[in-house]
């Protein structure tokens, strides 16, 4: 399994970004998730994506503003980030789930995050105000 970030960097309030995860080495079924950790904070579960179902989930703090999505001829998962805020500044990590099950309705990705056993290198986001 191997997961591939890249789009982080620097971008001014309100704007955008966008960041792609490649993934390889999974089966039918998986699940895609972004964490992100800003500097003394704990990891936050922000979204993910399930391959078969094609179900998401989104934090309360980036719904309305993140959308995930993914090709699957590519194999590649993103996140595009819209009016962004200063909080929203962490390093961001993607992660993947080879059963599936850590991206499903009724379940926060907090909760699922033991279940994500495989992670990319990161990349810096950074909003300023």
């Known amino acids: 399994v191997q997961l591939v970030e890249s789009g982080g960097g620097l971008v001014q309030a309100g704007g955008s970004l966008r960041l792609s995860c490649a993934a390889s080495g999974f089966g039918d079924d998986y699940a895609i998730g972004w964490f992100r950790q800003a500097p003394g904070q704990e990891r936050e579960g922000v979204s993910c994506?399930?391959?078969?179902?094609?179900?998401?989930y989104y934090s309360d703090s980036v719904k309305g503003r993140f959308t995930i999505s993914k090709d699957n001829a590519k194999n590649t998962v993103f996140l595009q980030m819209n009016s962004l805020k200063p909080d929203d500044t962490a390093v961001y990590y993607c992660?993947?789930?080879?059963?599936?099950?850590?991206?499903?309705?009724?379940?926060?990705?907090?909760?699922?995050?033991?279940?994500?056993?495989?992670w990319g290198q990161g990349t810096q986001v950074t909003v300023a105000s």
């Open positions: 994506i399930r391959s078969r179902f094609g179900n998401t």
């Open positions: 992660a993947g789930d080879p059963t599936g099950f850590g991206c499903q309705a009724g379940s926060t990705l907090r909760a699922a995050m033991w279940l994500y056993n495989s």
